[in-house]
């Protein structure tokens, strides 16, 4: 079997040379090449031998009454994550830290209206460790590379951290079984911002499911295909070209959770039904190397890119539930197709699809409804969270404005709301498991000519009674949690 992992470390050595602490952890999480061949055993052997220590599914911590919160990475999402949190009431953004000490500038910028002032911590690649241990902080947001989630979220948990982490919440197997077990043992919330199940028309399919409108839901199409190029090859988008080299050292689907994310919610995987096993195929990289090797030819900074073997381009994994419903994931980041996030799912006795634009939805007669039953139904299957939301735009007498299509400020004032209320939060460490594990899951069947590997089952049974948790109706009430502005 041929894969880039050992050059992978080769790599990140050399690059190591330059900089940085990033790849200290990034090489960490690539996990030696005969445990990887053997990733279906070692996948059965713990499962066996995993027993669940306290079922988080559907738990709710103590009432917290001002949220006081420390973030780790202040780079781009980091730092508009900043923005976003600042405009809900009752929290405190009172730490943040960065290998970058430069990488403070935006947050400091974005803060500097608000009565937001952290205290930066930096000058190592651990310095975050001493913020964790702060005794006055409730909450870490973790917003570094993908690769370094898992490690920081378990510390975090251990400091006695609830963890709230960008997405995916791990990147290999062994870092899921990780997340689950600290935060049983640790009865801290872990939970990854799959902020995509947050937007309006994915919150209204959702309530849609609850409500039994598709009868039972048969598959779902999902993707994140999005052209990334221009940022993976900028020099100074992200740090340490960490998403290059994640294209340069990986197979598989490296970005999985937002086309995953709103299907599995709607299919209650780890609550009534789980992720049973998966393929995956990826096609060949069409352009990532060439357009390395272009630039290399006037820029020597490119050099070492230009001797990486990319993922290919377009990367789909087929996934099968144990209810027997199947999901279709795929991942484009480089291709210059339009943004194309899918969310296609079908049931026995109705569908709808988000993209391409306009969004749809058909009442199971062979037809999409036309704009005006569509609307009627958007408004009749809007959950609660859309309407507090439109209070709150009553309320200051504006639109309300946030990233990604409003999902961002209604997921950050639901996880604010609910720590403050001593509610269930919306996803747990089970989903950011299952989402996760697909990633290492995915490059292990690409590299074994798409033989199919099964999800482990996080739950360690309990999916079989657990009851869904993503609260958009508010049926579990809300606190005294307002938006700003
Ligand atoms: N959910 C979404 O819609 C969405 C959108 C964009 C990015 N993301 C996710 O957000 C995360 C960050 O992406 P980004 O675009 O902000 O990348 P970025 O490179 O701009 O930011 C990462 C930051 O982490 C810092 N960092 C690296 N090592 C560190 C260490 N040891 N200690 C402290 N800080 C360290 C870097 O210096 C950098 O400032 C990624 O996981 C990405 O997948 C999610």
Same mark, same amino acid.
């Given at each position: ?37 053997? #990733?279906? @055993?070692?996948? &059965?052997?713990?499962? +066996? ?5 306290? =079922?988080? /599914? ?120 990780? #997340?689950? @077990?600290?935060? &049983?043992?640790?009865? +801290? ?5 799959? =902020?995509? /199940? ?138 210059? /197709? ?148």
């Amino acid at each position: 079997m041929k894969n880039n992992r050992r050059d992978f470390l080769k790599i990140a050595g050399l690059a190591g040379l330059s900089l940085t602490a990033a790849n200290t952890l990034y090489a960490q999480t690539v996990v030696d090449e005969q445990d990887f061949n053997n #990733l279906p @055993k070692r996948i &059965e052997k713990y499962q +066996k031998r995993h027993q669940q220590h306290f =079922n988080m /599914s559907g738990y709710a911590a103590p009432k917290i009454d001002t949220v006081r919160i420390g973030i780790i990475g202040t780079g781009n999402r980091g730092s508009h994550h900043a923005g976003t949190i600042s405009r809900v009431s009752d929290v405190e953004i009172k730490a943040a830290s960065d290998v970058l000490p430069e990488r403070f500038e935006k947050i400091k910028k974005t803060l500097e209206e608000t009565d937001h002032r952290p205290e930066f911590y930096s000058g190592s690649d651990e310095a975050w460790k001493e913020m964790c241990e702060r005794s006055d902080l409730d909450l870490i947001l973790i917003t570094t590379p993908t690769f370094m989630h898992a490690k920081m979220a378990v510390y975090a948990m251990e400091q006695g951290k609830h963890v709230i982490t960008e997405v995916p919440a791990a990147v290999t197997i062994d870092e899921c079984w990780e #997340l689950v @077990k600290t935060s &049983e043992h640790t009865k +801290k919330h872990c939970m990854m911002m799959e =902020n995509y /199940s947050f937007m309006p028309f994915q919150m209204t399919t959702l309530n849609m499911a609850k409500q039994g409108f598709f009868g039972e839901i048969v598959h779902g199409d999902g993707a994140y295909n999005t052209s990334k190029m221009g940022n993976n090859f900028s020099k100074s988008l992200y740090s340490d070209m960490w998403w290059l080299r994640m294209y340069g050292s990986r197979r598989g689907n490296i970005y999985p959770t937002h086309g995953m994310g709103p299907i599995a919610q709607m299919m209650n995987v780890n609550r009534g039904d789980r992720l049973d096993f998966m393929v995956s195929v990826e096609s060949k990289d069409f352009m990532m190397k060439e357009k390395a090797k272009e630039l290399a030819k006037d820029d020597p900074f490119f050099e070492e890119f230009a001797k990486m073997a990319y993922r290919g381009n377009m990367s789909s994994m087929l996934i099968k539930t144990k209810q027997g419903r199947t999901l279709n994931i795929q991942h484009d980041a480089t291709s210059p /197709s339009p943004h194309n996030l899918i969310h296609g799912v079908y049931g026995t006795k109705g569908s709808v699809l988000f993209d391409p634009a306009p969004h749809r939805i058909s009442t199971g007669n062979h037809k999409w409804a036309d704009k005006k039953t569509h609307d009627e139904l958007m408004e009749k299957f809007k959950p609660g969270l859309l309407h507090k939301f439109e209070d709150f735009r009553r309320g200051l007498g504006a639109d309300i404005k946030s990233g990604h299509g409003g999902s961002d400020l209604i997921n950050v004032w639901h996880i604010i709301d609910c720590l403050r209320s001593g509610l269930p939060l919306d996803q747990d460490v089970y989903d950011a498991a299952a989402l996760s594990a697909v990633v290492e899951l995915s490059e292990w069947s690409v590299l074994n000519n798409s033989s199919s590997i099964k999800v482990p089952d996080f739950t360690a049974g309990a999916w079989k009674t657990n009851k869904p948790n993503m609260d958009i109706n508010l049926e579990n009430g809300s606190g005294t949690t307002t938006v700003l502005s």
